[in-house]
């Protein structure tokens, strides 16, 4: 798994009229190649009298799965642009569908490209960028009795508190990158002056906006 990667906040839209043509991007965060298809297939339902519904997709840990669609625009002007564009934002399982209604206008090779690297980038930027960090939930047992001073020492720390359970012990569960675990552990047991133990659990990504 890898430790963080970037990739659009959720779904969005964004119109640009170009040349009186009109440039509508729609953006998704898809998971797999079934999930980007069946996006694409939705907006060209949607837009079913559209002109064009060019599109491209990155999915996977190392973008195993990329697949460009110029959708009846000359080859090479549509597609690779958005593609090229998710690859330079460093996005990942993220699809990208650019539908077009033609204005009258003709842009040519280099206007195409130029008009769908702009549509899907600002399509981006609207929907909004996330970056998804792998962290590791590590349970701290303690006794009642060092509950305020964790409690206030962690509001005050670079970590994030997922629960807290009162039961016979308190336990405290909190998010930590996987390689801050060993640095963590100490500052608890520190902390409580060793009497805290803690238990690793499950490994889950955290989003926070870029």
């Known amino acids: ?41 939705h907006i060209k339902k949607l837009h079913k009298d559209a002109t064009h519904n060019c599109s491209a997709y990155l999915i996977g840990e190392h973008d195993q799965i990329q ?24 996005l990942k399982d993220t699809t990208v569908v650019v539908t077009r209604y033609f204005g009258g206008i003709k842009l040519g090779a280099g206007g195409l490209i130029r008009a769908y690297s702009k549509s899907t980038s600002e399509g981006i930027d609207a929907t909004g ?14 006794d009642y009795t060092w509950l305020g001073k964790l409690e206030n020492e962690l509001r005050s720390s670079i970590y994030k508190v997922k629960e807290i359970h009162y039961l016979e012990n308190v336990i405290i569960e909190t998010y930590v990158e996987e390689t801050g675990k060993e640095a963590f552990m100490t500052w608890m047991t520190e902390l409580t002056n060793g009497q ?15």
């Open 129 to 142: 960028v996330v970056e998804r960090k792998l962290m590791r939930v590590i349970a701290t047992f303690i």
């Open 1 to 41: 798994m890898l430790q963080s990667y970037l990739t659009v906040k959720g779904k969005g839209e964004h119109e640009i009229i170009i040349e009186k043509s009109r440039f509508i991007s729609h953006i998704a965060r898809t998971e797999s190649e079934e999930e980007a298809q069946a996006f694409i297939q």
């Open 196 to 210: 805290s133990r803690m238990e690793e659990g499950e490994q889950l990504y955290l989003e926070r906006e870029k």
């Open 67 to 90: 697949k460009a669609l110029d959708d009846g625009e000359p080859s090479g002007t549509a597609g690779v642009p958005i593609l090229e564009v998710l690859k330079k934002k460093g």
